[in-house]
């Protein structure tokens, strides 16, 4: 089992930015892929966006293209998430998760950490 710690949340306004990362320790070998999901108030959870160790990225939220961007140092088992511009509405719980599979649904993901808030005002 993998064990996803994520960090770096917080409050800002509009407009800033915020840098999110996930520290993965244990099986850290079963991991081929992992990236973030977010819960707003009120919704479900949603992925944004997941990275491939070979660095293949894909983004599933589309809203957060050219914005957000993902990136990992595999040597250090630690995922990030630069976010830049942010908006009212990426105000949410962000989630670490990996697994083998990935992809658009939460299924394709074995691990997850607590979450971390992020809370952007206007």
């Known amino acids: 089992q993998v064990q996803l710690v994520e960090s770096g949340g917080g409050s800002v306004q509009a407009g800033g930015s915020l840098r999110l990362s996930c520290a993965a320790s244990g099986a850290t070998y079963r991991r081929n892929c992992w990236g973030w999901f977010r819960q707003a108030p009120g919704k479900e959870r949603e992925g944004v966006v997941y990275i491939y160790r070979n660095g293949d990225t894909t983004y599933i939220d589309n809203s957060v293209k050219g914005r957000f961007t993902i990136s990992q140092d595999n040597a250090k088992n630690t995922l990030y998430l630069q976010m830049n511009s942010l908006k009212p509405e990426d105000t949410a719980m962000y989630y670490c998760?990996?697994?083998?599979?990935?992809?658009?649904?939460?299924?394709?993901?074995?691990?997850w950490g607590q979450g971390t808030q992020v809370t952007v005002s206007s």
């Open positions: 998760a990996a697994g083998v599979l990935c992809g658009l649904r939460q299924t394709g993901y074995n691990s």
